[in-house]
Structures are given as C-alpha cells and as structure tokens.
C-alpha cells in the first residue's frame, strides 16, 4: 500500500475513535442524568436539558450584546457604559443624531440661559495642565479590532479658580481645600484589586484637585502609590484603626492622621448599596489585606450594622470631636437618608450642641459597589434626588447648612447628573462605578466572585494581570477631565461662569404630561414637610 492508503486508514480510525469517545460520553451522561435527583429537567430529558443551564448562563452576556437595546441594561445602559468608556479611551463625549433619552419620561431639565456665557468668561484656572494619553480611532472594521494609536497630549485640567475652591472642615487645624468637584467614592482594597487601586491613585494624582476615598478596608499602600489626596473612612468594623482584639485604636488613628495624603476621615454609618455591614469572602481575604485590616487571613469578614463606639447623636457627635481633636483632620459622616425625621434630627442636634461633621457624605439607594441583599439594595433608603434635597432642606432650616459640606454620590457618572446634584445641594459629588469602567470594568456582574474577568474587583493575581496600570491611570486622568470640562459647558449654557453657582433656580423638573414645575417649587415641599 502507498503512504495515501495509510493515511486514509489512520484518518478512519481516528474518526471511528472519536465518533465512540463522543458516543461514550453521552451515555455516560445520559444515565448521570437520569439517575440524578435534583434536577427534574435533565431526568426527563437526559443531556438535553444541559442546554438550558448552558443559556442560562450566558444569558446576561447575550442581552447585553444583542438582545438590550442601547438604553435598557441595567445597572448601566449600553449607552450609559459606552459614554463614560468614550470619555476615558478617547477623552471625547460627543454623540450624533441627537439625544436617545425618552423626552415623553418625567425628569430633570438645566434651564438654558437666552444669553449663555462664552468659555472665555467663565471663572476657571486657565493655567494648570496636565499630559496625558489618550487613543485615536484610525480605523474600525466588522471582524477585527479596531485599529487605534495612543498619543500623547497636554491639556487644561479644569480646575476651579482658587476663590472657588471649596473648603472642608474650615474650623479644623488642617482643612481639607478642593479645586475639583467630582471625587473617587469609597472602594476598598479587598473589594477592588491591587492594580485597580494603583491606577485610581495614580491617575487621580496626575489630574490634581480630587481625592479617593479609601473605603472602610483601611489605608493600603496602593492608595498611596501615587500620591492622591485621601479621605480615609472608617467602617463599622473599624478596620485598619482597630488593635488585635477589635477595639478602636487611637494611637494607630493618629499615625495615620499623620500621613501628609490623608486629608480627612469618613465615618461610614451607612451605604446606598447595602443598608448593612459590610462583607468580603474569605478566599478575597489574602494575607495582606489581613494585616491592614488586622483580621484573620482566608476568614469571610462582616462588619456590624453600626458603631460599637457609639448608639446615638450626642456620642456620635462627642466621638467625631474626639476624632478631629485627634487628628487635626475634617471629620464627616456617610449616611443615607430614610425619612425626613432622620435629617430633622441631625440637624437640630447640630443646631442645639454646637457640634457636628465637618461633611456629610449622603449615598442614594442606587448606589453599587457592595455585595449585599436584594431587599436591601431595592427597597431599603431613598435615591439621591429625593434624599438630597431632604438634607439640604433640613440643614438650612436650622441655620446649619453653611457649617458643613455636603458630599452626594448614587449613580451621578455625567456632567448633567453631577450639574443637578449640586443644583439639589450638594458642594461635591463621588462616584464609583465610573471609576470603575475607566479602569476596565465590563459590568461582568461578578464583583462579589472574586472572579472578575478583567480584574477589577479581584484579589487573583493571575486575573490582575489583566489591567495594566500604566495604560489604565490615563483612562482616569481622561474621564475626570471630560467630566470637569462638561461641567463648565453646562454652566455656560446656564449662564453662570462657574459650576459651584448652580441653584435651584437652575433647574426645573417635566412630569409625563408636559409640565414643568421650578426645583425651588419642589423645594418648598421639601421645607413644609418638617
């Protein structure tokens, strides 16, 4: 025979082997199937019925690419997604054609002035640049990448103007002066990876007058990596402030005061996103992340409900002054609004002793960087726009509100939401999940994993490797530009030279039938309902 004949013989004997291997295992399968008890499906339809678990599990990634139109997905649009990538790829927020926003929908509208000012009278630091990197689309076709350069550029930054700035905690030794309205929100290391905080560190630091808030895992050294302005938080669990037996430590709270980033701390009473302590899996718990939050390595972590230290307003209040006398350092609280009462009676404490948090940070429900329940994260605390004003309303009804700074974050990713926001009462804005897609999350939904396929939201090393730092820090650098610079578009369309003069007036709110009703209408309901 010719080597054509054996070769013919090998190819029908593998064929064969195959066509029995494949018929083995489906036999195998099929009786694993049958006999199995717990899913009635593959007992009726033996190998079959793994289909359905095979789409099932596909299906988010299928809706998300094929089946949600652009405004639809959730917790993030389509669009919604794309535009804060746009922003931090190619430091471009331009679209075509017009808006996809259903205009028939009730919602919030900024006035336009008749006589809006010119980018050249608006009241900004025209000095401050920073370089950063940023891609070019050069080509895109149907089944390859896209074909994209990365530049260099020099840009303004978009700072306010020094007499702008806002000022936390102005009766504190060290206050805390800020010349961009727009921070990271608290994301722990532990939560985030190591290369996730690096890059927001890094980045933040490059494009000036921001700040990131450590969340309540404690102060890593990847927060400091790149010399970011710090709020540190403390969490009910007290971690990285906290000594071997769990208690507070305050010589370890002054070490960290100390630290020159650190320029303020956040007592974490509550989040939008988990109405609760919070949690981190054991297998996210490596060693390091032990020893900075002094607990045991590989141990699932939940923090309580509340402070142990405290179970009302005047300790609370007798614990934050402690702190600042401490540290020297503004001192805020994070809360998220329930009900009017809850406000009312903040602030007439703050009224009544004198006392109080040099800012209050105050989360919508709609917040989500937290692994929590289902019942909670939907029903359990108000949204930004309706607990906001609630605040605001009350603070200023007591004679209080030009005592403290009030920090707003809930789903606030673009210039308009953080435009409104601050037209509700808020002197800054923090965002998270913003700062997330900037460094490569895909809304893979599996934050709580440990399985984040592009590591953002992982302790795996071996996923980390995945975000590259040194391209990533740009992406924020981009994305907070874009954001600071939207803002001052929209306040020149409002007729105002800077975004720190959004007002109520500013704003007016559509119902479903096309009428239009002033923020400061709405306000008023706000003040009658204490």
Known sequence: MNIANYLTIIEFVVVVMLLLLVTFVLTYMFFIDKRQKRHPVLRNYPVLGRMRYFLENI??????YFFDNDTEGKPFSRDDYQHIVRSAKYKRDVIGFGSKRDFE????????????????ELNMDRETKVKTRKYLLLKETLFTQRKEELVDEETLTYLLK??????IGEKARNPFVVKGLIGMSAMSFGALGSNAITALSEGLAIVKGTWMNTGEGGLSKYHLTGGADIIMQIGPGIFGVRDEDGNFDWEELKKKSEIPQIKAFELKLAQGAKIRGGHVDGEKVTPEIAEIRRVKPYKPIDSPNRFHQ???????????ERIRETTGKPVGIKVVIGSYDDA???????????????????????????????????????????????????LHKHGVRDRVKVIASGKLFTPDRVAIALAMGADLVNIARGFMITVGCIQALKCHSNACPVGVATTDPN??????????????????????EGLFRLAAAAGIDSPVQFERKHIVFKDDKGTVYPLEDIYRSYLKAF
């Open 463 to 484: 996923l980390q490797k995945a975000l590259v730092i040194d391209e990533k820090k740009y992406r924020v650098v981009n994305y907070v530009i874009t954001m600071r």
């Open 310 to 320: 405290f179970g009302d307003l005047p300790t609370m209040f007798d614990f934050i």
């Open 59 to 64: 299906g988010p990634e299928m809706r998300q």
């Open 344 to 394: 009312d009676e903040l602030a007439v404490y703050m009224k009544q002793s004198g006392k109080g948090p040099d800012f209050i940070t105050v989360d919508g429900g709609e917040g989500g960087t937290g692994a929590t329940f289902q019942e909670l994260a939907d029903s359990v605390g108000l949204p930004i726009k309706s607990a906001l004003p609630i605040l605001d309303a009350a």
């Open 105 to 120: 929908q009730p919602g919030y509208y900024i006035r336009n002035s008749m006589f809006p000012k010119q980018m050249e």
């Open 162 to 167: 020094e007499e702008d700035a806002v000022v």
